[in-house]
T-cell receptor
Framework: NAGVTQTPKFQVLKTGQSMTLQCAQD?????MSWYRQDPGMGLRLIHY???????DQGEVPNGYNVSRSTTEDFPLRLLSAAPSQTSVYFC????????????FGSGTQLSVL | GIQVEQSPPDLILQEGANSTLRCNFS?????LQWFHQNPWGQLINLFY???GTKQNGRLSATTVATERYSLLYISSSQTTDSGVYFC????????????FGKGTLLTVNP
């Protein structure tokens, strides 16, 4: 049982490049979400999903796209990376929705030059 | 919007001391969790506690929903308790967003 798996762990991009951060969970969780963590700002919600085919915006969605084609996977796409997107990204999931215990992946450290 | 405020922002202790961390929230609570982020960045779920009191070893947590706050108690602190402690809040209903406080940075010195 792997829990919440994020890949890659580290990534360096140049401004304007695109990439996808992968998130997968094997716990049959309906609720999945992406957060970014910046110094002094805590963790801020980017996008979330309450089930396959359903996504919605969080607090800081600009510059990011998501999709949820399966229950297991919730990728985060950066279409044109900017230095302001340098951050640590965390994926999280829970079984029953926003009212349940949340489990986190180990994070992806992204640098945009 | 929903406010989640943690205090104190920073705390320095000597090993063996006790501490209380506080999380205030601005709406009725449906979900309240406490996390510890260790120096390697890993987020560990300590408590799921929308109401009442729970204990796990040297740690305990209490949420007083009617007064809109939660407390995390750390007794006999150890150097391994160092890191950032976050509370996570949701008001339920049609609100699917979970909101973090900005955290308390705890340093336990030997």
């Amino acid at each position: 049982n792997a829990g919440v798996t994020q890949t890659p762990k580290f990534q360096v991009l140049k401004t304007g490049q695109s990439m996808t951060l992968q998130c997968a969970q094997d716990m049959n969780h309906e609720y999945m979400s992406w957060y970014r963590q910046d110094p002094g700002m805590g963790l801020r919600l980017i996008h979330y999903s309450v089930g396959a085919g359903i996504t919605d915006q969080g607090e800081v969605p600009n510059g990011y796209n998501v999709s949820r084609s399966t229950t297991e996977d919730f990728p985060l796409r950066l279409l044109s990376a900017a230095p302001s997107q340098t951050s640590v990204y965390f994926c999280a999931s829970s079984f029953g929705g926003q009212n349940e215990k949340l489990f986190f992946g180990s994070g992806t450290q992204l640098s945009v030059l | 919007g929903i406010q989640v405020e943690q205090s104190p922002p920073d705390l320095i202790l000597q090993e063996g001391a006790n501490s209380t961390l506080r999380c205030n929230f601005s709406d009725s609570v449906n979900n309240l969790q406490w996390f510890h982020q260790n120096p390697w960045g890993q987020l560990i779920n300590l408590f799921y506690i929308p109401s009442g009191t729970k204990q796990n070893g040297r740690l305990s947590a209490t949420t007083v929903a009617t007064e809109r706050y939660s407390l995390l108690y750390i007794s006999s602190s150890q150097t391994t308790d160092s890191g950032v402690y976050f509370c996570l809040f949701n008001s339920g209903g049609s609100n699917y967003k979970l909101t973090f406080g900005k955290g308390t940075l705890l340093t336990v010195n030997p």
